[in-house]
């Protein structure tokens, strides 16, 4: 089992070893941006990926109800109602990467804003929903959903460009295997919780607690070094939601395992609470 107690303060590099550091941490946030960068376009092209992918997909669909977000019936989706009588589901999927959970939950939603440090990876998520913006057959999907580039995880105000409506009283805040490369997950809870509208839901899919590997891998280093929690447990994510003023706390395993570059063995969770 994971021999760490992780500080939340502290991010750990790829010997173990951690330094100070906060959520406006520069060197930590370009060490992110850069590999995240550099994986954008072939985030699910391997075989472990996908397995992944498919095997996160899955767990969300299986627990939609759970979530406690009362999303649009996709069934109902091409039915025409009156536009300005339509339900409005608003998501911002933070740290959105490609859109993984954009993906999942589809046309559950009627908004999604993604936001991600890397530019590349915003670029993924826009060609990947943004047809309209693209060519025809570029984008896999017709969603009203689109990223852009930024960080709102600051100990300052978060920048002028995400003041507007358009970023605020979301009824999903959703952080999808992001939440360990927050190195202050106090402050990136509190900053997301305040995006969210009076009774929406905020919601991570991350890993149990777990040890990290002797990873001698370069590709496993280079990743290991944009981690700053190897993982959380039910306690300290109850304790971190609370003080963010969430309540209903709940979390629901999946069961089964990944495996990260098909070595990394982790159990991903599911956690929500619902702000007041
Ligand atoms: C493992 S990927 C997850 C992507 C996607 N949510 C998914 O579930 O597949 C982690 C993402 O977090 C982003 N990220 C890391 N730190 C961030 C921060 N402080 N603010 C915004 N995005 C961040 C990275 O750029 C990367 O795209």
Same mark, same amino acid.
Request: one cysteine or more.
């Given at each position: 089992?994971?021999?760490?107690?992780?500080?939340?303060?502290?991010?750990?590099?790829?010997?173990?070893?951690?330094?100070?550091?906060?959520?406006?941490?520069?060197?930590? @946030?370009?060490?992110?941006?850069?590999?995240?960068?550099?994986?954008?376009?072939?985030?699910?092209?391997?075989?472990?990926?996908?397995? /992944?992918?498919?095997?996160?997909?899955?767990?969300?669909?299986?627990?939609?109800?759970?979530?406690?977000?009362?999303?649009?019936?996709?069934?109902?989706?091409?039915?025409?109602?009156? !536009?300005?009588? =339509?339900?409005?589901?608003?998501?911002?999927?933070?740290?959105?990467?490609? #859109?993984?959970?954009?993906?999942?939950?589809?046309?559950?939603?009627?908004?999604? &804003?993604?936001?991600?440090?890397?530019?590349? /990876? &915003?670029? =993924?998520?826009?060609?990947?929903?943004?047809?309209?913006?693209?060519?025809?057959?570029?984008?896999?999907?017709?969603?009203?959903?689109?990223?852009?580039?930024?960080?709102? @995880?600051?100990?300052?105000? !978060? !920048?002028?460009?995400?003041?507007?409506?358009?970023?605020?009283?979301?009824?999903?805040?959703?952080? *999808?295997?992001?939440?360990?490369?927050?190195?202050? &997950?106090?402050?990136?809870?509190?900053?997301?919780?305040?995006?969210?509208?009076? *009774?929406?839901?905020? @919601?991570?899919?991350?890993?149990?607690?777990?040890? /990290?590997?002797?990873?001698?891998? !370069?590709?496993?280093?280079?990743?290991?070094?944009?981690? =700053?929690?190897?993982?959380?447990?039910?306690?300290?994510?109850?304790?971190?939601?609370?003080?963010? *003023?969430?309540?209903?706390?709940?979390?629901?395993? /999946? #069961?089964?395992? &990944?495996?990260?570059?098909?070595?990394?063995?982790?159990?991903?969770?599911?956690?929500? *609470?619902?702000?007041?």
């Amino acid at each position: 089992m994971a021999g760490h107690s992780n500080h939340p303060d502290k991010h750990h590099g790829a010997h173990g070893m951690h330094h100070g550091g906060h959520q406006d941490d520069a060197a930590f @946030l370009e060490t992110n941006r850069n590999h995240w960068n550099k994986f954008a376009a072939s985030y699910s092209s391997e075989p472990w990926q996908k397995d /992944m992918l498919n095997k996160v997909n899955a767990f969300i669909y299986a627990n939609i109800k759970w979530i406690g977000v009362d999303f649009v019936d996709p069934s109902t989706t091409f039915e025409v109602t009156d !536009p300005g009588q =339509a339900k409005k589901v608003r998501v911002l999927d933070y740290a959105c990467g490609p #859109g993984t959970i954009t993906h999942a939950l589809s046309s559950r939603a009627t908004e999604y &804003v993604g936001i991600d440090l890397s530019e590349n /990876m &915003v670029q =993924a998520y826009n060609l990947r929903f943004n047809s309209a913006t693209t060519d025809a057959n570029s984008g896999d999907e017709f969603l009203n959903a689109h990223a852009e580039v930024g960080n709102l @995880l600051t100990t300052e105000e !978060p !920048p002028e460009t995400f003041s507007g409506a358009k970023y605020h009283d979301f009824d999903l805040v959703v952080v *999808g295997l992001g939440f360990h490369h927050f190195s202050d &997950v106090r402050l990136a809870t509190k900053r997301l919780v305040e995006r969210l509208r009076p *009774g929406g839901v905020f @919601l991570i899919l991350d890993f149990v607690t777990h040890a /990290m590997e002797a990873e001698e891998h !370069p590709e496993l280093k280079a990743t290991a070094n944009t981690v =700053a929690h190897h993982g959380f447990s039910e306690q300290e994510l109850k304790e971190i939601f609370a003080g963010a *003023g969430l309540r209903g706390f709940a979390i629901v395993r /999946m #069961g089964d395992e &990944v495996y990260i570059r098909g070595k990394s063995k982790r159990q991903p969770f599911m956690a929500r *609470g619902s702000k007041i």
